[in-house]
């Protein structure tokens, strides 16, 4: 039943809100018991390596709707294997995340994949809408190999672009996996340097939808 609200609510925001944005949509999967959200995180850590887990398990969705059902919708890159595409996407924004963060304890960061839901091609051509975009991660002490801490969960989403905007961004450069990997980096300074860590922005009606 859940499954069919969601569409529902979507189309009838497709139909009043066509100027306002998209709507992306998925699943969740399982978080581990020891998930503390907004865990406070020890000061002065680097990374100094890090893993990335994309579940097998995250469905994927190809089809070309405005609202495609899936963990995983990705389309800022040519068909192919999306886990590791999305895989990808997060390891360059912990590479960049890394030159960044220079504290003195050097950590390992796991971080596991929730949902990575961008546009469908017809959403991004139009009304645009939300990379919802979730994971969770933990922090390993190098020199013990001992977790610091419990894993944390993280919302990171992402206003995406549509429309004669979206075109404008791709002229400068700006593809949505341009963005997507800055935005990562970010959040990933913001976990491991802001009291609190990252806070995901308020992107309106469309995100409210997301977290039904």
Same mark, same amino acid.
């Given at each position: ?43 002065? #850590? ?6 990335? !887990? ?12 405005? /609202? ?22 997060? =390891? ?32 991004? /051509? ?7 975009? =979730?994971?969770? /991660? ?15 969960? #993280? ?34 300074? =913001? =976990? ?9 922005? !308020? ?6 939808? !997301?977290?039904?």
């Amino acid at each position: 039943m859940r499954n069919l609200i969601k569409p529902l609510l979507a189309a009838i925001l497709l139909v009043t809100l066509t100027a306002c944005g998209s709507v992306p949509s998925a699943t969740r999967s399982a978080m581990p018991d020891d998930t503390l959200v907004g865990a406070p995180l020890p000061p002065n #850590v680097r990374i100094d390596s890090f893993t990335v !887990n994309v579940p097998r398990s995250l469905k994927v969705n190809e089809r070309n709707l405005y /609202y495609p059902i899936g963990d995983i919708v990705w389309r800022g890159e040519p068909r192919g294997d999306r886990y590791q595409q999305v895989k990808a996407i997060f =390891e360059a924004g912990l590479r960049d995340a890394a030159t960044r963060i220079d504290g003195a304890r050097p950590v390992r960061l796991d971080v596991q994949v929730m949902r990575f839901h961008a546009l469908s091609e017809k959403a991004r /051509y139009t009304v645009g809408g939300v990379h919802d975009i =979730e994971f969770r /991660y933990r922090l390993v002490d190098v020199a013990t190999g001992q977790p610091i801490g419990p894993s944390k969960e #993280v919302s990171a989403d992402l206003d995406a672009l549509g429309g004669q905007d979206a075109m404008a961004a791709e002229g400068r450069g700006e593809t949505q996996k341009v963005r997507i990997v800055a935005h990562l980096s970010k959040v990933f300074r =913001e =976990e491991l340097t802001v009291p609190g860590g990252h806070v995901t922005a !308020n992107l309106g009606l469309l995100q409210a939808i !997301n977290d039904l």
